[in-house]
T-cell receptor
Framework: DAGITQSPRHKVTETGTPVTLRCHQT?????MYWYRQDPGHGLRLIHY???????DKGEVSDGYSVSRSKTEDFLLTLESATSSQTSVYFC????????????FGSGTRLTVV | DQQVKQNSPSLSVQEGRISILNCDYT??????FLWYKKYPAEGPTFLIS?????DKNEDGRFTVFLNKSAKHLSLHIVPSQPGDSAVYFC???????????FGTGTRLKVLA
């Protein structure tokens, strides 16, 4: 979706290094989310934000932190990457209504070696 | 503890026939339910939704049914087309939380 950009699209990093993934939206949506997708687990919520500087934990937040200093940007940081954090990470924005659903970005494939 | 479950990891259907994807949930506080479709190397895209005050919602070839007493919803695709081949996720949320819990997904393959 052109309104949500995730960067980088692919990244390989070493165990123990910090990693930051970026999500940028042009939709002016209040809510933003970070999910990870893993085989057998579907999509699991890591952290979400309901406004600038307002964030909260999701289902699998351990080892991750987030920041949102502007409406359009939501950063996900892995403080010290581990192999268990190898995954595909999706950012989402919205919803405008409870029945409207999220809009997802194209994802970031992260490999921790 | 998986609050939203999709017990069939995969499903194969002939083109033109009906595809039925199922989803069960455990949290009785869930009020809103969505289905998403995901193609490889792309983000999920919103397909159809339903609130707990309804038991059916239809949009073209896609219909979602909700059985609140059984905590079960299903997505019907009629007729199925090869372009429908994708992974389908159901998701649920409580009113006012704007936070969706997703199932594990079902991979649908429509055979030409």
């Amino acid at each position: 979706d052109a309104g949500i950009t995730q960067s980088p699209r692919h990244k390989v990093t070493e165990t123990g290094t910090p990693v930051t993934l970026r999500c940028h939206q042009t939709e002016n949506h209040r809510y933003m989310y970070w999910y990870r997708q893993d085989p057998g687990h579907g999509l699991r919520l890591i952290h979400y934000s309901y406004g600038v500087k307002d964030t909260d934990k999701g289902e699998v937040s351990d080892g991750y932190s987030v920041s949102r200093s502007k409406t359009e940007d939501f950063l996900l940081t892995l403080e010290s990457a581990t192999s268990s954090q190898t995954s595909v990470y999706f950012c989402a924005t919205g919803p405008q209504s409870s029945l409207g659903g999220y809009t997802f970005g194209s994802g970031t494939r992260l490999t921790v070696v | 503890d998986q609050q939203v479950k999709q017990n069939s990891p995969s499903l194969s259907v002939q083109e033109g026939r009906i595809s039925i994807l199922n989803c069960d949930y455990t949290n009785s506080m869930f009020d809103y339910f969505l289905w998403y479709k995901k193609y490889p190397a792309e983000g999920p895209t919103f397909l159809i939704s339903i609130s707990s005050i309804k038991d059916k919602n239809e949009d073209g070839r896609f219909t979602v049914f909700l059985n609140k007493s059984a905590k079960h919803l299903s997505l019907h695709i009629v007729p199925s087309q090869p372009g429908d081949s994708a992974v389908y996720f159901c998701a649920a949320s409580e009113s006012g939380t704007y936070k969706y819990i997703f199932g594990t997904g079902t991979r649908l393959k429509v055979l030409a």
